[in-house]
Structures are given as structure tokens and as C-alpha cells.
């Protein structure tokens, strides 16, 4: 039984067979082009589980890719594939709504666990979840990051794995990992000092130091 449809989007044939490979391999559905525009439109016309997307294309790019898709259809799932990972477009991919970020190369295991998590995580969820705060997943977390630093190092560089076990919506992901304590304090109540430490100084330090923001 097959578990869904899947559409790559690459404009390097040799991502294209080896993505469609592995999915096909895993049970997915797949359909490819090298062309962001007509995987635009594939995405807004057909019928997909998932998208995967480079960020890189010669006519436009995997952003607004990402951008129009999460508009047009706000439950289809998107995943980032790229060449050129940095925070700054990590950051912009979860700010536009991707479900995971995936840096070349990565092996067959961990693009399996990102479509496959992504396809499930969108199945599962319903509207009112958008909603709902996850008070303590997000104190944990901040807990966590006050005084684990290989922790803190996973949330800079591998954000999806580093979050995998907290049930977190989208709007609270972003929250934490741009450090936006207004957001975070207007939902969940005050914060100590030990909790805003990782809000405070780690990844937004580092993004306005490193990029200029």
C-alpha cells in the first residue's frame, strides 16, 4: 500500500533520481520536475502528500515556492532540500511554513524520516490544534537549552531533530527559534532568567552577529 504522493522539485537531474529512488523505494508516489515554476503549479493543480523543494532554481526559487504553496494550500507539507544550508534560510523556511530542512547530501535514512514525519504530521492534525499552546513542551525546552549546550548546538544547526519530541505547533517552533519571548510570554505567563537564556542570547546573538540582523 502505498503511504502517499510526493512531487521533487530540483533542478539537478541527479537529486531528481536519487530523491525518486529513495521515495519510490519507501513506498511514495512520485512525481518530478527541474522547473520551480511548473512545480508551482503542479503543487497548486494536483493532488500531493508532499513537496520537496530545492532552494537554488534557475526561474524561481524554492521560497516562493514554499511561500505560494503554504498559501494555497496551508496543510500540504513542504520540506526544504539545499546545497546551501545556513540559519538565516533555516529560519526563513520555518517563518514560511516548511516542515523540515534538509541539507545535500543526506542519506536515504534521514530523507525517509523527514517525508515521512512530515506526510504523518500533517495527516494527523486539525485545525483546533492550531490553537492550542503546549505550555510545558515549550518550558521544557527552554529548560533544556538553559543548560545543555550540545542541545543548544542541535537547535542552531538541526532544528527538526532537536524538536522532534516536543509537540509544538508551527507558530510556537518559530517562536523558539527566533527567539521571540513577547510571543511566548503573551502565551504561556513570565519567563525566569534561566528560561530566557537560550531566547536571549544564543540563536538570536548569533543570527545578528553572524547576518546582520
Known amino acids: 500500500m502505498k503511504k502517499g504522493k510526493a512531487l521533487v522539485i530540483d533542478d539537478e537531474q541527479i537529486v531528481l533520481d536519487s530523491v525518486k529512488r529513495i521515495l519510490a523505494q519507501g513506498d511514495y508516489d512520485v512525481d518530478m520536475t527541474p522547473s520551480g515554476r511548473q512545480g508551482l503549479e503542479w503543487g ?7 513537496v520537496l523543494t530545492d532552494i537554488r532554481m534557475p526561474d ?3 521560497m516562493v515556492v514554499l ?3 503554504r498559501r494555497a494550500k496551508p496543510a500540504l507539507p513542504v520540506v526544504i532540500i539545499t546545497g546551501y544550508a545556513n540559519v538565516r534560510s533555516a529560519v526563513q523556511a520555518m517563518r514560511l511554513g516548511a516542515s523540515d530542512y534538509l541539507e545535500k547530501p543526506f542519506t536515504p535514512e534521514e530523507l525517509m524520516k523527514a517525508v515521512d514525519k512530515a506526510v504523518q504530521t500533517a495527516a494527523s492534525q486539525v485545525p483546533q490544534e492550531q490553537t492550542l499552546i503546549h505550555t510545558e513542551e515549550i518550558l521544557q525546552v527552554l529548560e533544556r537549552a538553559a543548560t545543555d549546550g550540545e542541545y543548544v548546538h542541535q537547535l542552531l544547526h538541526n532544528w527538526a531533530d532537536a524538536l522532534d519530541g516536543y509537540t509544538l505547533t508551527h507558530a510556537e ?3 523558539l527559534l527566533t527567539g521571540d519571548i513577547e510571543w511566548i510570554e503573551q502565551y504561556v505567563g513570565p519567563l525566569t532568567a534561566k528560561q530566557k537564556r537560550w531566547l536571549e542570547k544564543p540563536l538570536s546573538a548569533e543570527m545578528l552577529r553572524t547576518y546582520g540582523w
Open 44 to 50: 497548486i493543480q494536483k493532488n500531493y502528500d508532499v
Open 60 to 62: 524561481i526559487g524554492g
Open 67 to 69: 511561500r505560494d504553496l
Open 173 to 175: 517552533k518559530l517562536a
